[in-house]
């Protein structure tokens, strides 16, 4: 019976490793899904503030990155990923009239 016990704290153990990665895998996607619908508010916000004429707050330039082109504005906001392990960006894009 112990190699029984043996062979079944194994295999408890090595899906216990496979949770926890596809818990951190989930994670991750929903810190990329908000950081890509927070970078989509702020290209929107600052297409409307350019479009109106008027100056983008101190505190939207802080947050990301906005770049003007002639008929767009792009939105680039860092993320960190898994408490530091990896970086990235979201990007969005908002047209101008």
Do not use: K
Request: charged share 15%; with cysteine.
């Amino acid at each position: 019976m112990s190699g029984e016990r043996g062979q079944a704290t194994v295999e408890l153990v090595a899906l216990a490793a496979a949770f926890a990665v596809a818990a951190v895998c989930v994670h991750a996607l929903l810190v990329l899904w908000a950081a890509q619908s927070r970078a989509q508010g702020i290209a929107d916000q600052a297409a409307v503030l350019v479009a109106e004429g008027r100056p983008l707050p101190a505190a939207l330039r802080r947050q990301a990155r906005i770049q003007r082109s002639r008929h767009s504005l792009v939105v680039r906001l860092p993320v960190t990923l898994a408490g530091g392990i990896g970086r990235t960006h979201a990007v969005a894009r908002a047209a101008l009239p």
